[in-house]
Nanobody
Framework: QEHLVESGGGSVQAGGSLTLSCVGS???????????LGWFRQAPGKEREGVAR??????SYSDSVKGRFVIYRDDAMNTIFLKMNSLKPEDTAMYYC????????????????WGQGTQVTVSS
């Protein structure tokens, strides 16, 4: 497992933007085909939801954020980012980054390492 630390959360008005960052353990970021990094979120009283994930040759988004969020990585910085545009109140949640080495599948079951989360609050 690797140590992941998220940052960048905060409060913003609807229509605004935020960029989340997730720094991983040294040398953890790799282009191996079985390695995947993802962002998940969980709102109070709701199930955890996959938001976006990025692998060696894959970049995928949930329908709820497609066209508004962008996931990207900077391997030199051991960091992945989630650029969130056109934020909506329903995007309010705790956001977690995660990593795994069992392929880049949408289910959280394939991710083994998790950060502590960063809160995003979008007001109307």
């Amino acid at each position: 497992q690797e140590h992941l630390v998220e940052s960048g959360g905060g409060s913003v008005q609807a229509g605004g933007s935020l960029t989340l960052s997730c720094v991983g353990s040294q040398h953890a970021y790799t282009r191996d085909y079985d390695y995947c990094l993802g962002w998940f979120r969980q709102a109070p009283g709701k199930e955890r939801e996959g938001v976006a994930r990025i692998g060696a040759e894959l970049r995928s988004y949930s329908d709820s954020v497609k066209g508004r969020f962008v996931i990207y990585r900077d391997d030199a910085m051991n960091t992945i980012f989630l650029k969130m545009n056109s934020l909506k109140p329903e995007d309010t949640a705790m956001y977690y980054c995660a990593s795994g080495r069992r392929g880049c599948w949408p289910s959280a079951d394939f991710f083994d390492s998790w950060g502590q989360g960063t809160q995003v609050t979008v007001s109307s």
